[in-house]
């Protein structure tokens, strides 16, 4: 069984930055391909980007390019998400997902779910 831990959310001035990180245990996710998600107060979920087993690519939905950027260390089983200039719709719980299957890094289908951590960005 895979576990997910996200960290890092808080709140958030406007224009600010953030930085969340998912350890995993159970597991060395290093096959894995790792992904963040996001569901804002009321909203469906939005896939917001993916990376590869290796971190050697990454994919983000073309309503988040520019915006976000994923990356790993399988040293230590985290997967990381960044993003500059925070704006209030950037509010939301974020949530890091796990899958072994191969799928394409585009599929928003994952496995494993951590409980997610909320970012509030006030104006």
């Known amino acids: 069984q895979v576990q997910l831990v996200e960290s890092g959310g808080g709140l958030v001035q406007a224009g600010g930055s953030l930085r969340l990180s998912c350890a995993a245990a159970g597991r060395t996710l290093s096959s894995y391909t790792l992904a963040w998600f996001r569901r804002g107060s009321g909203k469906e979920r939005e896939f917001v980007a993916a990376?590869?087993?290796?971190?050697?690519?990454?994919y983000s939905p073309d309503s988040m390019k520019g915006g976000f950027t994923i990356s790993r260390d399988n040293a230590k089983n985290t997967v990381y998400l960044q993003k500059n200039s925070l704006k209030p719709e950037d509010t939301a719980v974020y949530y890091c997902a796990a899958r072994l299957r191969p799928y394409g890094l585009g599929n928003s289908e994952f496995d494993y779910w951590g409980q997610g951590t909320q970012v509030t960005v006030s104006s």
């Open positions: 990376i590869s087993g290796s971190g050697s690519r990454a």
